[in-house]
């Protein structure tokens, strides 16, 4: 399987993927470890990915996803962003609500 299917199949069949240096319990990079906080905070599982180890999503993640940095989370197929973003959404509590799927920002109409 080429390595952009395979990044594909991951983030469509994870519902909550961290793209990552090192691993929840042993992140690699203070920007990993705050993402890692904020997700264990909000409960929920999610699966993750150590680029580390896995060199070739690495180096072809930033060109699917078109964000060029680690970590990523990815939601519902759906990129929200790196630890900037994920540290402003936990604060403002929306995290949890995205990630859980009781977010109220969409209305079907």
Same mark, same amino acid.
């Given at each position: 399987? +080429?390595?952009? +299917?395979?990044?594909?199949?991951? $983030?469509?069949?994870?519902? &909550?993927?961290? @793209?990552?240096?090192?691993?929840? *319990?042993?992140?690699?990079?203070?920007?990993?470890? %705050? &993402?890692?906080?904020?997700?264990?905070?909000?409960?929920?599982?999610?699966?993750? $990915?150590? $680029?580390?180890? *896995? =060199?070739?999503?690495?180096? *072809?993640? =930033?060109? @699917?996803? *078109?964000? =060029?940095?680690? =970590? %990523?989370?990815?939601? +519902?197929?759906?990129?929200?962003?790196?630890?900037?973003?994920?540290?402003?959404?936990?604060?403002?509590?929306?995290?949890?609500?995205?990630?859980?799927?009781?977010?109220?920002?969409? $209305?079907?109409?």
């Amino acid at each position: 399987m +080429d390595i952009m +299917d395979t990044i594909k199949e991951q $983030v469509t069949t994870n519902k &909550v993927i961290l @793209y990552m240096k090192g691993s929840p *319990n042993q992140p690699q990079c203070g920007f990993s470890a %705050q &993402v890692v906080q904020a997700l264990m905070a909000c409960g929920e599982r999610f699966a993750y $990915v150590d $680029v580390l180890s *896995n =060199p070739e999503i690495r180096a *072809n993640l =930033p060109k @699917y996803a *078109n964000w =060029p940095t680690f =970590p %990523q989370l990815w939601v +519902d197929g759906e990129l929200i962003g790196g630890c900037d973003i994920i540290n402003e959404m936990s604060a403002s509590g929306e995290l949890k609500g995205v990630i859980c799927g009781d977010s109220d920002e969409e $209305v079907e109409g």
